[in-house]
């Protein structure tokens, strides 16, 4: 089945550096990748939508010059988070769409998470 | 069991009995309502979806009910397991939209 990688899966940094986060799709082509934030016994928040070889749409409240997206390859989206802050320390988890489903939706393929502590 | 969704976030249940995971939605003009498993430190799978042209659809182990009249979803899992303890959320979807989740319950199998 579909394959979402994320890298790295934990990263701890000092406050004020930059975090990149990696996600690729690994046996299929991801035109749109979505990046989501989870805060602990939270749902998943939608960040933005990724878009390849185009700029990324985020959702209302999300600082795009915080948080920077590119979507260069097919394969491939990366999330940076810049100039990190410990109220950044949550866990990030991306996806894509993998295809459909035999009801016809959608079907999302998340990567397995990405956990960034500031310090 | 059965939990009341979004004002009971965890449900307990003792291995072998059935669970029953409700949840609420709000977009009277989805599409297609899907459930996903969170384990632990890891991204959500996908479980089953219907579409919003159905009542019912059943997978392994798994059924899925569909009520547009009150808009409620319920997530049965028969003969729950304990490898079934995860955070099982309800997403809607409207097509060519993103998906939304929902808050979420807390499955916790019993031995």
């Known amino acids: 089945g579909a394959v979402v990688s994320q890298h790295p899966s934990r990263v701890i940094c000092k406050s004020g550096t930059s975090v990149k986060i990696e996600c690729r799709s690994l046996?299929?082509?991801?035109?749109?990748m979505f990046w989501y934030r989870q805060f602990p016994k939270q749902s998943l928040m939608l960040m933005a939508t990724s878009n390849e070889g185009s700029k990324a749409t985020y959702e209302q409240g999300v600082e795009k010059d915080k948080f920077l997206i590119n979507h260069a390859s097919l394969t491939l989206s990366t999330l940076t988070v810049t100039s990190a802050h410990p109220e950044d320390s949550s866990f990030y988890i991306c996806?894509?769409?993998?295809?459909?489903?035999?009801?016809?939706?959608?079907?999302?393929?998340f990567g397995a998470g990405s956990r960034l502590t500031v310090l | 069991g059965e939990s009341v969704g979004l004002h009971l976030p965890t449900l307990s249940v003792q291995e072998g009995d059935n669970s029953i995971i409700n949840c609420a939605y709000s977009?009277?003009?989805?599409?297609?309502f899907i459930w996903y498993k969170q384990e632990s430190g890891k991204g959500p799978q996908f479980i089953i979806d219907i579409r919003s042209n159905m009542d019912k659809r059943q997978g392994q182990r798994v059924t899925v009910l569909l009520n547009k009249t009150v808009k409620h979803l319920s997530l049965q899992i028969a003969a729950t397991q304990p490898g079934d303890s995860a955070v099982y959320f309800c997403a809607e979807n409207k097509s060519g939209s993103r998906l939304t989740f929902g808050e979420g319950t807390q499955l916790t199998v019993n031995p």
């Open positions: 977009n009277s003009a989805s599409d297609y």
């Open positions: 046996d299929f082509q991801a035109t749109t």
């Open positions: 996806s894509a769409t993998s295809g459909g489903s035999s009801s016809g939706a959608n079907v999302l393929t």
